[in-house]
């Protein structure tokens, strides 16, 4: 729509060869991805061939580039997810796929989070689960309901945002006291109120891996690398970027230094 067609393969391009580097420097994995194309209508058997050339496109330049494996990600649409797992699984690689559930409990068509992962893992996915759209709050539960039906790797990867169970979408999100736009809809650019501390990251990590989800991460919108080392350690990892982790020993009020003052200690809980 913005009318930059022809920019887009040289970006991913481009894309591929950054990540690429990291991973060869840091011997971390290097995956391409895709996602949902906005251009999908169930209705419109147009629209089914567009989107799988897209996909097809796209897991070229990908394979072009050596990757490890392919993401197929924020898919609201069952259906999509299928066509996008089966242009993946055409150029022989490993997928991930990953559907995102908006206010309702299903996918577009009607599926359940469950059943739609089953759909996924029993048509070749080697980690099914999902990204974007929900909290740690409101995520967990459709975890849950998905690692009683599905015997593969998991993946979960929430945004960082405090979702309600009668506001599971980061993007239905408001609050009595603060309203944000004209609208009263924070989404998508005020929505920092609402945004999780590192600790409630960590504390959804620690509670995937109980799960034996292990494809763990933290999706769009307020993410910083704080949440993402805080998770990372949670589940007992200790990155590079630990080194920048906060040590609170030596805080003039709140630490346990020997050479702080008692005085100042004592002071702590009336800061």
Not at 7 to 21: F, G, T, Y
Not at 82 to 94: D, G, H, P
Not at 183 to 212: I, S, Y
Request: proline share 6%; charged share 25%.
């Amino acid at each position: 729509m913005i009318g930059r067609e022809k920019d887009l393969e040289p970006i991913n391009r481009r894309a591929l060869e950054l990540a690429k580097e990291v991973a060869l420097e840091s011997g971390a994995l290097f995956a391409g991805d895709i996602c949902n194309t906005n251009v999908y209508d169930p209705a419109d058997k147009k629209s089914h061939e567009a989107v799988r050339s897209m996909f097809a496109e796209q897991i070229g330049w990908a394979a072009d580039a050596g990757v490890d494996f392919i993401i197929g990600e924020t898919f609201s649409y069952e259906q999509e997810s299928l066509f996008a797992l089966t242009e993946i699984k055409k150029a022989r690689m490993v997928a991930v796929m990953t559907l995102a559930m908006h206010q309702e409990q299903r996918t577009r068509e009607g599926w359940t989070a469950a059943d739609a992962c089953k759909r996924l893992a029993d048509a070749g996915a080697e980690v099914v689960g999902l990204n974007c759209i929900r909290g740690p709050a409101t995520m967990m539960p459709l975890l849950k309901q998905i690692r009683a039906v599905v015997k593969t790797h998991m993946a979960a990867l929430p945004v960082p945002f405090r979702t309600k169970p009668h506001q599971p979408s980061f993007q239905s999100l408001r609050d009595a006291e603060w309203s944000g736009d004209e609208a009263g809809r924070p989404f998508p650019v005020a929505l920092d109120p609402f945004t999780c501390n590192r600790f409630e990251l960590a504390e959804f990590g620690r509670e995937a891996m109980e799960l034996d989800i292990r494809y763990l991460g933290v999706c769009c919108g307020g993410a910083g690398p704080h949440h993402i080392r805080a998770l990372a350690e949670a589940v007992g990892k200790r990155p590079p970027a630990s080194k920048y982790s906060p040590d609170m020993s030596k805080h003039a009020f709140l630490g346990s230094h020997e050479r702080l003052k008692q005085v100042q200690k004592d002071y702590a809980e009336k800061l």
